[in-house]
């Protein structure tokens, strides 16, 4: 099992940034792919970012291209969320999930985080 702890959310203002962090448990993290959730309310969760297991495959949803970034470092079992250019829109709770299969716009988490709030002030 693979247990995941997200830092790094908070409330900043429209047009700042913020970096979040997906920490896991152990070192078969380098054996899944990485994802960002987010979940606002009254919406359903949508996968707004992806990551394969080497790094070399992205995904990003249409809304944050440009301005999000996805990056992993598997020698430290990290994933990292770069937000910038930040929109009152942008805010939510987003979780990381880990994902043994993922094609597309579609991740399946098969481990998940349990969310770290984003607030943007406009």
């Excluded at 099992?1 to 962090?21: C, I």
């Excluded at 896991?24 to 949508?46: C, D, I, L, N, V």
């Excluded at 495959?57 to 291209?65: G, R, S």
């Amino acid at each position: 099992q693979v247990q995941l702890v997200e830092s790094g959310g908070g409330l900043v203002q429209a047009g700042g940034s913020l970096r979040l962090s997906c920490a896991a448990s152990r070192r078969t993290f380098s054996s899944y792919h990485m994802g960002w959730f987010r979940q606002a309310p009254g919406k359903e969760r949508e996968l707004v970012v992806a990551i394969s297991i080497t790094g070399g495959n992205t995904y990003y949803a249409d809304y944050v291209k440009g301005r999000f970034t996805i990056s992993r470092d598997n020698a430290l079992n990290t994933v990292y969320l770069q937000m910038n250019s930040l929109k009152p829109e942008d805010t939510a709770i987003y979780y990381c999930a880990a994902a043994r299969y993922w094609t597309g716009s579609a991740l399946r988490g098969d481990y998940w985080g349990q969310g770290t709030q984003v607030t943007v002030s406009s």
